[in-house]
């Protein structure tokens, strides 16, 4: 046992529990740990907005499957990570922020730069603490990391008072350990469960997995490639599943929901047995439930037993590791006799998939679905591609196919605006060998392009692909179909983002023809520096197939236009 | 419908509001709420009555044990459990009146615990009509002042768990989320 500060011990136990990186922004409240951060082996990037620092550790848990570290002084560097720690929670993404608060004696008397973050917080985190003692951070700090990597994962808040960075106490790491009381582990799955779900596995006759982030989170894609492969059953994937199961393997239909595939969302209504595994039956992917694949059995495996029967109303539940389930029943697994239902499966994809991007007639136009089909070409589909929110995430969705887990990072339940660029620095900084793009809109962009300073500071090189229609786009789509083209608010001046970039040293070209693209995109591959693309695409395109919001999932809005609905070209 | 949990928790700063702004959150009323020590140092009980639908308890008391401090959670709507309510009542009572409001009292076995010049307290006990009946029968002479708590809940005899290792619980509770989403 040796005698340390609160804020030594901070950096001890994070040192401990595996953290290299963290992301933040100094302040008053915080100083004492700035100040001992030194004396330990972490690397710092500093970043240019506290919600930055929050994207950036969910993009480096996204990327990496470790808990991601963000750092804020108290008061308005807390609450600008709200949002980060909001969009985390909706994903369950670990991450652990820490926050400075004043001094405990200070609390609740609105000293400068007070603020209740803890209580703020509440509801988007899955859990926090308010730390007001040296001898009280070791275990909390362990026992956040317990918490955010367990179960379902989520972010997690340690709110320290400045005394109890400042002041001192013994210190011993292993009596910190937290209780096992804290984890809620669930059970194995029950042998009953097991059997009733692979009894009706038997039975169907269309049976469809919906995969989703669970897949991924809990590790389990080699146990449901398995799967896949020995029932030889069809795959939907969630936005957030993309990747749980290569883009080319055969049984991977594509997204399922608003803008999935149109075979994906009728051949769940088709089915007669869907197995929900690690998703959770978004409005985005079920449009309306009263109407929503109602010829379908329902299996739902999920960690989160709040999951089970939320949304849809479920035949067999099983709250359990999703692993654990997949081994379970691997060994009592046959090839389905499903053939007729394949066919049918590629009678519905086949109508669609007869188009093709890449040698689809531009006009002159430069089209986002182009772009992104040209990047994914030109990186062979083996980039991290970090996306914003809006019309280019779903494009991006559509267009590049992820052969591997975690190489999609997008913000999916909240729907965070300015979330590609900081979390693509969280990913580059989590897999620095990675090819990492930022596939962003004019709009988002502009929510987080500070961050700009921080790629450049910490010599990243990440590119950037702004797809800039002039607009912010999926709004103004809405506008378009439900709102008689009554553009309010939609129309967006952005500045000349290529003189922007070059003003930090990054960079930068504008492409406005299809012909550019590939070899911009090849240069760009090649620049040793991170560079950015402000790609003028056609300003009025849409994103289709489209099932309006609450509309039954099988009536969908399709492309009016020739230009193809898929990238299914492969 | 109104349903009952009783829900063991951590003594923390801020538990109540984590429970309470749980519920709140995922959509549903509060409509009684009492929290109180139990016999074991550093847990709580929270007795919280919520009004939803009967498919959303299962949903509700899977959210309440994904609080790091709730320890354990029981339904007892549908068990065989005894409500109580407490309420202290101030009733005008003058010398002609006195004797009336102490015999009405008796019969609602409830308790005068102080007297004044014009006035009695009364503290009763039992279910919420059982405090109503009483109150509608002070009324006439004057009610000053009247407190009530929220309601409070126990199982008879070995209707629910006794006091079950939270592990134990967290395994029931999934076992549960299991049996009853199985149709």
Known sequence: MERLTGAEILWDCLVREGVTDVFGYPGGAILPAYDAMLKYPIRHVLVRHEQGATHMADGYAR?????????????????????????????????????GQVGSKLIGSDAFQECDITGITLPVTKHNYLVTRADEVAATVREAFLVAKSGRPGPVLIDITKDA???????????????????????????????????????????????????????????????????????????????????????????????????????????????????????????????YALNAKKIHVDIDPAEIGKNVPTDVGIVADLGDVLRAWQPSLTRLDIADWRTRVDTLRGDAAV?????MPDDGHLYAAHVIHDIWRATNGQAVVVTDVGQHQMWEAQYYHHEQPRTLITSGGLGTMGFALPAAIGAKKACPDAEVWVVVGDGGFQMTMCELATIAQENLKINIAIINNGYLGMVRQWQEFFYERRYAATPLLSPDFVKLAEAFGIQAHRIERRQ????????????????????????????????PAGADLHKMIRRPSPLAETGADR | MHITYVVHVEDKPGVLNRVSSLVRRRGYNISSLTVGHTDTPGVSCITIVVEADPSAAARIEANLYKLVHVVRVENVTALPTVYRFLALIKVSASVETRTQIMQIVDVFRARVVDVATDSLMVEVTGTDEKIDGLLDILRPFGLLEVAR??????????????AAAKAAAADDAVDSAVVSFSV
């Open chain 1, 63 to 99: 990327a990496s499957g470790k808990v991601g570290v963000a750092v804020a002084t108290s008061g308005p560097g807390a609450t600008n990570m709200v949002t980060g720690i909001a969009t985390a929670m909706m994903d369950s993404v670990p991450i652990v922020c820490i926050t």
């Open chain 1, 165 to 291: 960075q400042q002041s001192s106490c013994l210190y011993d790491w292993d009596a910190a350990a937290p209780s096992d009381d804290v984890v809620r582990r669930v059970s194995a799955p029950t042998d009953a469960s097991l059997r009733e779900a692979l009894a009706l596995l038997g039975q169907a006759k269309r049976p469809l997995v919906l995969a989703g982030h669970g897949i991924i989170l809990g590790e389990a894609t080699a146990e449901f490639r398995r799967f896949v492969d020995t029932t030889g059953i069809p795959v939907a994937v969630t936005l957030l599943g993309i990747g749980c199961l290569p883009a080319s393997h055969p049984s991977n239909l594509g997204m399922m929901g608003m803008h999935g595939e149109a075979w994906v969302n009728t051949a769940i209504q088709e089915a007669d047995l869907l197995i929900a595994l690690g998703m959770r039956f978004d409005d985005r992917v079920t449009g309306n439930l009263k109407t």
């Open chain 1, 355 to 359: 188009r093709d991007i890449k040698n």
């Open chain 1, 516 to 547: 550019d693209v590939v070899p911009a995109v090849d240069a760009a591959r090649q620049h040793h520096g991170a560079v950015l693309f402000d790609f003028r695409v056609e300003q009025e395109d849409s994103v289709f197939p489209m099932v």
């Open chain 2, 149 to 162: 708590t929220g309601q409070l809940a126990m199982t008879r005899g070995n209707a629910a768990r006794g």
